[in-house]
């Protein structure tokens, strides 16, 4: 593999217990083959709080806030109010909100306190000029609705483990978000995903892994983690006819620009 490959992986809860034991480990091995940088997603307070110290720990970690969908029904106005401040005091660490959103496979919160809970975040990311991390589970119509209703996003977006059709990818795009495809593109009947992979303009691709979730082929089944971004974005390197350092380029450059941040190339 060419030397000048750098990835990064766009969506990692790197707070989760799967890393507890070997977080130092999972971070260095990423580094070390090429993943250099790693943004790991806040889903509530706690893993939020969590998130931003990791970020302190390293340059190759950022960090973002937010309340998933799973966690509406706990976002108070009060643990809203210390998400704004965590990102506001630490903003050298915080470069997103997220992941928020709807998901209404399994509503593990109900789908009006969803909505509303991810209306009021992406006014506050808003405010905070903060770029949006979206989980949209079987709720496009109702995703895409709010955030033209929310919007515009100057800070832009991205539609984490987008998995929409193409049409709809479209759409999310005309409203200046990315789409960032996880380690299920590399399954064989991924079909639509894979679609989405090889057809959307290069410029809005991202490449995440959603570790400790979703484990790439041939990893699939055991704990994900950032490295495995490398096997992802082969696979789309593939589909779409490119070389990987060419993909890794200008998917790099697109998740650094959207972050606003540098990491270590
Ligand atoms: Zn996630």
Not at 67 to 82: E, M, R, T, W, Y
Not at 159 to 185: R, T, Y
């Amino acid at each position: 593999m060419p030397d000048d490959v750098c990835l990064i992986d766009s969506h990692c809860h790197l707070d989760m217990a799967d890393y507890q034991s070997d977080l130092d480990l999972v971070i260095d091995r990423a580094v070390q083959y090429r993943v250099k940088g790693i943004v790991t997603i806040g889903i509530d307070l706690a893993s939020s709080q969590a998130a931003v110290s990791i970020a302190g720990l390293t340059r190759a970690v950022r960090a973002t806030v937010g309340f998933h969908p799973h966690d509406a029904a706990k976002a108070s106005p009060a643990s809203l109010a210390q998400l704004a401040a965590l990102a506001d005091s630490n903003k050298a660490e915080v470069v997103g909100w997220g992941e928020i959103g709807l998901d209404y496979v399994k509503k593990y919160s109900p789908p009006e306190t969803q909505r509303s809970i991810f209306r009021k975040q992406l006014q506050m990311a808003r405010e905070l000029k903060l770029p949006v991390i979206i989980h949209d589970r079987e709720a496009h119509d109702d995703c895409l609705r709010i955030i033209s209703e929310e919007g515009p996003f100057e800070q832009g977006g991205i539609m984490h483990c987008f998995s929409g059709d193409l049409n709809f990818a479209q759409k999310v795009i005309d409203k200046n978000f990315h789409i960032s495809i996880p380690g299920i593109v590399t399954y064989n009947k991924a079909n639509e995903m894979q679609e989405v992979a090889c057809q959307v303009p290069l410029e809005r691709l991202l490449v995440e892994t959603d570790g400790p979730f979703l484990a790439p082929v041939p990893f699939r089944g055991k704990r994900n983690e950032p490295l495995y971004t490398l096997y992802t974005a082969a696979r789309i390197a593939e589909l779409r006819g490119l070389e990987l350092v060419e993909l890794a380029r200008q998917t790099t450059e697109n998740c650094q620009s959207l972050f606003n941040y540098e990491f270590d190339c």
